[in-house]
């Protein structure tokens, strides 16, 4: 079993940046299509951003020119850098992945923008 664990969250300003990362176990990490969702308070899941195993990235439009996914297969991890951060983007934040985008989830971390 695959295990995602995210780190990183925390309370932040208005106009700051964070960084959150996912690490997985397993062997297979280079070969999964990873993304992160976000959860606010109140709202259901969406989906904010992909990577492909061959890096292709997609963005939606709530987050696109402000987040950046990246991942570094040596160390099993997935970044999502936030730039920017408003007010809106608090949300408990889950990475999820594997051979399908929704094959394993993580805990989440809880990401709050707050002046």
């Known amino acids: 079993q695959v295990q995602l664990v995210e780190s990183g969250g925390g309370l932040v300003q208005p106009g700051s940046s964070l960084r959150i990362s996912c690490t997985a176990s397993?062997?297979?990490?280079?070969?999964?299509?990873l993304g992160w969702y976000r959860q606010p308070p109140g709202k259901r899941r969406a989906w904010i951003a992909a990577i492909t195993s061959g890096g292709n990235i997609d963005y939606a439009d709530s987050v696109q020119g402000r987040f950046t996914i990246s991942r570094d297969n040596a160390k099993n991890t997935v970044y999502l850098q936030m730039n920017n951060l408003k007010p809106e983007d608090t949300a408990v934040y889950f990475c999820?992945?594997?051979?399908?985008?929704?094959?394993?989830w993580g805990q989440g971390t809880q990401v709050s923008v707050s002046s």
């Open positions: 397993g062997s297979e990490f280079e070969s999964y299509v």
């Open positions: 999820s992945g594997g051979l399908g985008l929704n094959d394993y």
